[in-house]
């Protein structure tokens, strides 16, 4: 079975969520992976979905928009590439927390040094709510930090960049990340 990756945006409001499914089952078409979230007054939702057979794109674009758009929801679909199953790399996860006044390009600079060093970053989340409290400019990424990396390199690398950034830097195992951070 083909796999979509279905993106729905739109202004924030309960339900959302539960119209996509309902729309997605009324289609019968299966979920596999959702993951949404709010950034400031706006819905990002992403759905990984199978389609039944005998469906194409477009008739599944259809149903969606006809369900979707007058709620004033925008919808986006794309054909999953290599079935996603994705060879398996040793890796280790991390989390690294910046903080910092807000100014044009800090999340540039601290992923430019991340693609560099072939980490991926699995989970980011940036608060930037402006001025020069640094606790009001928060970054929180969740990266896979290949086995084969240097970790002394990477880590004198990261400060080096956070500190022409103006940024406060926290690397972190993502297990002690957690334990730390439980309440």
Request: net charge negative; proline share 5%; aromatic share 6%.
């Amino acid at each position: 079975m083909k796999k979509y990756i279905i993106t729905v945006l739109g202004h924030d409001r309960p339900g959302i969520v539960a119209a996509v499914s309902k729309a997605l089952y009324d289609s019968r078409c299966n979920i596999e992976d959702v993951s949404q979230t709010i950034l400031q007054t706006e819905f990002a939702g992403i759905f990984i979905t199978t389609m039944p057979p005998g469906m194409n794109e477009e008739e599944l674009r259809k149903a969606l928009e006809q369900r979707l758009l007058p709620e004033g929801l925008s919808v986006f679909l794309k054909e999953m590439e290599g079935g996603g199953v994705q060879a398996p790399v040793e890796t280790e996860p991390f989390v690294i927390t910046t903080m910092g006044p807000d100014r044009l390009g800090l999340v540039a600079g601290i992923t430019a040094l991340l693609s560099a060093y072939r980490i991926n970053i699995t989970n980011l989340q940036a608060a930037f709510r402006g001025g020069d409290d640094p606790r009001r400019n928060v970054m929180i990424y969740e990266v896979d930090i290949p086995g084969k990396t240097d970790q002394a390199a990477f880590r004198a690398a990261l400060v080096k960049r956070a500190g022409e950034l103006g940024l406060d830097v926290s690397l972190q195992h993502r297990d002690i990340f957690e334990q730390i951070h439980r309440v």
